[in-house]
């Protein structure tokens, strides 16, 4: 395994962390914190360097111990000091560093004062009021790390939409067949088309709450019911999903649909409103005093407090009251708007399908151009093409071309943004190309300033078409890139490029937020699928749900173009 910058760096950091639980001097400190910027700012590999023969000592802040560590990592890929300190410490306490508050001096505390190493003894000793006695820490900060710990708990259970979405479809239909019931709706983040949720609401009418019940806590899903009322009940499935159940009756409908489907910031909003105008807005109805004057319907509910139906997507208390009361309410973007897509695999590089096979389904899938974006060779993706095997695709790409009808692929890559920002192929090789995806795949944790040096980089080439998964998230896995995303917009306003939306569900990434900002600031999105087979043409609903969260309009949308309007856009001579 080769030893690059970020490893280095990423142990100096470590070294420091431990230092300070130790109480080491805090020059000693400061000066690994700062070799760990130094590396993690190098613009060539310190591996390279040293088997060049260069002297590490030349780089700033790096002294001959420094060095010999460096060089000791990248020889061995250990650190004698690293070890000894993590031999003497217990290595959960560095777990501990990453919970919000806690830092190094407390996280000593901890350990030494109260024995606490993992984050469960933390629990145990914040639910045990131990911690608000120690020196430093008081009640509030005791409150602060059990806010921290459960917030950390809740992100760890949340699970994708796309994964929960089958497991609510059959419970839906389950429920959906028992006697006397007229409508089944899942609610919740779900039905706001979140890209994970915390859990599944279902939301039913029917005159027989107790049936509903029944089939509901016996379903053979269920592995324990948490609780059980007249009207409600919660369980957990098999898959470890919790499900909360709501019975209404018709008549109440509309205000339970609009109540559990929330956010909940949006339903204070919308109650502040009914309000103002001496209504009051819950589950169960609007009322005038004891009269009920909607509620059968959502559309109902908001008409009774002056507003046009906002959908779903938008109800997250981010503006879109206001833009309803104004008639403002943006028409989104709808699957069927989709004219292409500008990001998919072949077998030619880790995809599982061949070009023809990813044409036909793309064109199956009701769009008239695919590019076709295999990755670049460079670090170390499989099969990645270079730029021999790129031309070859391309005559592959003419031949089929001519035989296709009512349908255009596209040359593309999928070029690698290096660490230092340039990119994986030379520009000559990317000249030759019809829609260059820049992406990262590696180096995800170089600090903030680094890393938006390195996407404005990317995008300050000529040939790049469009910026690939902009955060680089993975859902669950992996926290988006640290960066500046106002100024990778800016750049990519200034550069006329394109930012991505891609649709596979782990990543939803520009997030709903990011695709706002590239809106307001009038940056097209291309919503992708970065299909890797056939099938995965499906997920571009999931990435539709995103940018409608994301207040997107089919004008904000590269994609929606035909071929002939997306062509000036990306200079492209047809
Ligand atoms: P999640 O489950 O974390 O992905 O997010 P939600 O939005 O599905 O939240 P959940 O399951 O706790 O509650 C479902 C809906 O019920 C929520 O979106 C709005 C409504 N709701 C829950 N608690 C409250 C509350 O205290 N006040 C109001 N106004 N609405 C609430
Ligand atoms: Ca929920
Ligand atoms: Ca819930
Ligand atoms: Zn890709």
Not at 3 to 28: C, K, Q, S
Not at 168 to 180: C, F
């Amino acid at each position: 395994m080769p030893v690059h910058n970020a490893d280095i760096a990423t142990a100096f950091e470590t070294i420091a962390d431990l230092l300070e639980i130790e109480g080491a001097n805090p020059f000693r400190i400061r000066a690994y914190r700062n070799a760990a910027r130094t590396f993690s700012e190098l613009s060539q590999e310190a591996r390279d360097m040293l088997a060049r023969g260069e002297d590490l000592t030349r780089l700033p802040g790096i002294g001959a111990d420094l060095a010999a560590k460096a060089g000791e990592l990248v020889s061995t890929g250990h650190c004698g000091l690293l070890d000894r300190l993590r031999k003497e410490l217990p290595p959960a306490v560095t777990e501990l560093l990453r919970i919000p508050g806690l830092g190094p001096r407390r996280v000593k505390a901890l350990w030494h004062d109260l024995g606490v190493q993992t984050v469960e003894q933390l629990a145990h000793a914040a639910q045990a009021g131990r911690i608000r006695s120690l020196h430093g820490f008081g009640e509030k900060t005791e409150r602060n790390i059990q806010d921290a710990l459960r917030a950390q708990a809740d992100q760890e259970r949340r699970i994708l939409r796309g994964a929960a979405a089958p497991y609510a479809e059959s419970l839906r239909e389950a429920l959906a067949g028992v006697a006397g019931v007229s409508e089944v709706t899942v609610a919740g983040s779900f039905r706001r088309l979140c890209d994970t949720v915390g859990d599944i609401d279902l939301l039913v009418a029917a005159e027989d709450a107790a049936a509903v019940m029944r089939r509901f806590t016996g379903y053979d899903e269920v592995v324990d019911v948490l609780s059980a009322g007249a009207t409600r009940a919660s369980v957990l499935l098999r898959s470890g999903l919790q499900v909360d159940l709501r019975v209404v009756a018709a008549e109440s409908y509309g205000a339970a649909l609009h109540y559990f489907t929330g956010s909940k910031a949006h339903n204070i909003a919308i109650r502040r409103l009914g309000q103002q105008q001496g209504l009051k807005v819950n589950e169960y109805g609007v009322f005038r005093g004891r009269k009920r004057i909607a509620g059968e319907t959502e559309a109902s509910v908001y008409r009774a407090v002056g507003l046009p139906y906002i959908p779903p997507e938008l109800r997250e208390n981010r503006g879109e009251i206001e833009l309803a009361r104004t008639g403002k309410l943006p028409h989104l973007v709808r699957r069927s708007d989709l004219a292409g897509d500008l990001h998919a695999h072949t077998d030619a590089s880790d995809g599982q399908d061949t070009l023809e096979a990813m044409a036909n389904a793309a064109r199956a899938q009701g769009l008239s151009y695919l590019a076709v974006t295999d990755h670049s060779a460079y670090l170390g993706v499989t099969h990645g093409l270079d730029a021999a095997r790129l031309r070859r695709q391309g005559d592959e790409i003419d031949r089929l071309n001519s035989a296709l009808t009512d349908f255009t692929l596209l040359k593309g890559v999928e070029v690698d943004i290096l660490e230092d920002g340039r990119l994986a192929l030379p520009d000559a090789v990317l000249a030759q190309l019809q829609v260059v995806v820049a992406s990262v795949h590696s180096h995800f944790d170089l600090p903030r300033a680094r890393q938006t040096e390195r996407l404005l980089r990317a995008l300050d080439n000529p040939h790049v078409t469009l910026l690939g998964h902009p955060s680089a998230r993975l859902l669950g896995e992996r926290a988006p890139l640290d960066v500046d995303m106002e100024r990778v917009i800016r750049k990519a306003q200034e550069r006329g490029s394109a930012l991505e939306l891609n649709s596979q569900p782990q990543r939803l990434d520009l997030n709903d937020l990011h695709c706002r900002m590239a809106r307001d600031a009038g940056v097209p999105v291309s919503i992708n699928s970065d299909a890797h087979r056939v099938s995965d043409f499906a997920d571009l609903e999931q990435g539709i749900g995103q940018a409608r969260r994301g207040w997107l309009e089919k004008r904000h949308v590269l994609n929606t173009l035909p071929l002939e309007g997306l062509a000036p856009l990306i200079g492209l001579n047809l």
